[in-house]
Every structure is written in C-alpha cells, then in structure tokens.
C-alpha cells in the first residue's frame, strides 16, 4: 500500500520517546534548544555533499531569490555561539541531495550540539552517554572503544594513512569494484574506511575514531601530532553504522574561508554546482568565536540500530518513495 507508512506503530512511538530523551538530556545539562532557519543564502560546500536549491519568488527586496536547503545547522548555529549564546542545540530535519538508499534518505534528522570550552575526548564522553542512553531505552548496552585513524589503518590494513601515497592506497583497495578515474587520495582513504574497515567494525561495540588527517578537515582544527598534523576530529560508530561526526571548531576565518574556496575549485574541477560561501559564517567568525567542541549525529542511524534493522525507511513515518 504506497500511501500507507513506511515505519511501524513501535517505530513511530520509538522515534516519539527518543525526542522526548533527548531533551530532557540536554535540559538537565542547561543546553539550550534552538531553532534555525532550513533556507539559507548560502550552501555547504563540501565537495562530497550535494545540497538542494530552491528560487524565492517573492519581492526582491527580501534578498537573493537562490535559497539553500540546510545539509546541517551547523553555521547558524556557530553564529549564535558567536553572539554570546552558550551551550545549544537543534534536533531537525536536514536535507540533501541524491542520497537515497538503504541507509540513506534525501530528507532526514539531525542532532546538532556545542560545548563551550570542551576538547573532544570530553564530546566523546557525553555523545556516547546520550548514545547509551537511547540504547537504555531498549534494554541494550554497548561496549566502547577508541582508537586513532592513523592507529585503526596501521593494525588493520598495515598501511600508514598519514604517509602512505595514492598507489598504496589504491593497492589497498585493489579489489574494490569502484571506477578510480578521478579519485583524490582522500576518496580512497574514505573506500578503505567504509569497504574494509567499517564492516569489520563488532556488533554491540561503540567505536570512536579521532584525529584524522589534515586534508579531512572540513570545519575542524588542525594540531602538530608528532611527525603529521592531524585534524581535531572524531566519528563515533555503533557496529559498522556510523552515527556522529564531531569536530573541536575551527575559529579562524582567513581559513575557513580559505578551505571554502579550496572545496569551491574542487567542485569546479568535478563540474558539479558551487553554492555560494557563507559569509555571514565568515563574519561571524571574525567577529569572536568561543573555544568550543561540537559533533552532529544522525537521529535516523540511531534509530536503526534501535530497531536492529538496515533499512533507513523503518525509521522514517514516510521514506522518500512514500513522501
């Protein structure tokens, strides 16, 4: 029946209980809920993510007609840290473009947060409190573990991802059915993690893994570890389904804007669509960020491993081909 639901009753009133946790997660933590617009003038940039545009056909004294449909809150929400409003978060939908699967739907909800003057190892500690929390909820637990990226490679795949060049990465992934034509060094760096890594990854085990390379950024600060420098972030994963992505924020403008426009020339050089830079992120920024951590997990992967299931539609009231 292509009208009915594409989640159960249970599903529906699991997703209904998690909300409600959530909350109360972070109202005992005096983080503050807040809601921030889902249209915006700019758009992400990341090369690996595709956002929706819509045209404003309102009067145009209102602004530029192109709007963005948010992949993430996350630059209003930094915003806000930059005008002073301490610890928050947003539990909402997000969107973008061609993701549509299995575990994937074009539409789906995110958890974001920021903690004032915390380090990532302090982030893990309360993402995997909610995380356990929410497994709680179902009678479950999960063990934890934590390892580096450059560690997890090493005992795993013998190669150093830190300094390993493209033609042993490639050898890595040799069996791998992917078309290579085009692929940077750190698009086969992330093959490895999800083909050969990521499967491997025990059932009922929380997983974080920290300090990835410096070309894997994205809005993350970089820090000298020994011979490399490594970007300040971490994944948290519950068997092989990845849930958050966390970063310690970068605060400096002249390089956020300069990887805006380094993911820009990529864009260019895939032929795929350039969104316009957030500049009032960059304003923002420049005006006086605070020192602080934040992470996003996704609510429907959460969900998933909740319901035990591979199919992001059983957590969803409609997936994409019902909505």
């Given at each position: 029946?292509?009208?009915?639901?594409?989640?159960?009753?249970?599903?529906?009133?699991?997703?209904?209980?998690?909300?409600?946790?959530?909350?109360?997660?972070?109202?005992?933590?005096?983080?503050?809920?807040?809601?921030?617009?889902?249209?915006?003038?700019?758009?992400?940039?990341?090369?690996?993510?595709?956002?929706?545009?819509?045209?404003?056909?309102?009067?145009?004294?209102?602004?530029?007609?192109?709007?963005?449909?948010?992949?993430?809150?996350?630059?209003?929400?930094?915003?806000?840290?930059?005008?002073?409003?301490?610890?928050?978060?947003?539990?909402?939908?997000?969107?973008?473009?061609?993701?549509?699967?299995?575990?994937?739907?074009?539409?789906?909800?995110?958890?974001?947060?920021?903690?004032?003057?915390?380090?990532?190892?302090?982030?893990?500690?309360?993402?995997?409190?909610?995380?356990?929390?929410?497994?709680?909820?179902?009678?479950?637990?999960?063990?934890?573990?934590?390892?580096?990226?450059?560690?997890?490679?090493?005992?795993?795949?013998?190669?150093?991802?830190?300094?390993?060049?493209?033609?042993?990465?490639?050898?890595?992934?040799a069996d791998i059915a992917v078309d290579g034509e085009g692929l940077t060094r750190d698009d086969w760096l992330d093959?490895?993690?999800?083909?050969?890594?990521?499967?491997?990854?025990?059932?009922?085990?929380?997983?974080?893994?920290?300090?990835?390379?410096?070309?894997?950024?994205?809005?993350?600060?970089?820090?000298?570890?020994?011979?490399?420098?490594?970007?300040?972030?971490?994944?948290?994963?519950?068997?092989?389904?990845?849930?958050?992505?966390?970063?310690?924020?970068?605060?400096?403008?002249?390089?956020?804007?300069?990887?805006?426009?380094?993911?820009?020339?990529?864009?260019?050089?895939?032929?795929?669509?350039?969104?316009?830079?957030?500049?009032?992120?960059?304003?923002?920024?420049?005006?006086?960020?605070?020192?602080?951590?934040?992470?996003?997990?996704?609510?429907?992967?959460?969900?998933?491993?909740?319901?035990?299931?591979?199919?992001?539609?059983?957590?969803?009231?409609?997936?994409?081909?019902?909505?």
């Amino acid at each position: 029946m292509p009208w009915a639901p594409s989640a159960s009753r249970d599903a529906l009133r699991l997703r209904a209980a998690l909300n409600r946790l959530v909350r109360e997660f972070f109202h005992a933590r005096n983080v503050l809920e807040v809601e921030t617009p889902m249209m915006s003038q700019a758009g992400n940039t990341d090369p690996n993510i595709a956002s929706f545009s819509l045209e404003f056909g309102g009067h145009v004294d209102a602004g530029p007609r192109q709007r963005w449909l948010r992949t993430s809150p996350e630059f209003p929400l930094k915003r806000l840290l930059a005008a002073g409003l301490g610890d928050c978060y947003e539990l909402g939908r997000v969107f973008r473009d061609g993701e549509a699967g299995g575990r994937h739907n074009p539409e789906f909800t995110m958890l974001e947060w920021y903690r004032l003057g915390w380090d990532l190892p302090q982030l893990i500690d309360e993402t995997v409190e909610l995380v356990q929390a929410a497994l709680a909820m179902i009678g479950r637990t999960a063990a934890v573990a934590r390892i580096s990226f450059r560690e997890i490679y090493r005992q795993r795949l013998g190669i150093d991802p830190m300094t390993a060049d493209e033609g042993m990465l490639r050898a890595a992934a040799a069996d791998i059915a992917v078309d290579g034509e085009g692929l940077t060094r750190d698009d086969w760096l992330d093959l490895l993690m999800t083909h050969r890594l990521q499967p491997d990854f025990p059932a009922g085990q929380l997983l974080a893994v920290y300090d990835y390379p410096a070309s894997q950024c994205a809005l993350a600060r970089l820090r000298d570890d020994g011979d490399v420098q490594v970007s300040e972030r971490f994944e948290l994963y519950l068997g092989p389904l990845e849930l958050a992505n966390g970063y310690h924020e970068l605060a400096d403008a002249r390089e956020q804007r300069a990887r805006f426009l380094r993911d820009i020339d990529i864009r260019r050089t895939r032929g795929i669509g350039t969104p316009a830079i957030d500049q009032s992120l960059l304003d923002a920024l420049d005006a006086g960020f605070p020192d602080c951590s934040g992470v996003a997990l996704g609510v429907d992967r959460l969900l998933m491993a909740m319901l035990e299931t591979a199919r992001i539609a059983d957590a969803l009231a409609f997936d994409f081909s019902r909505a």
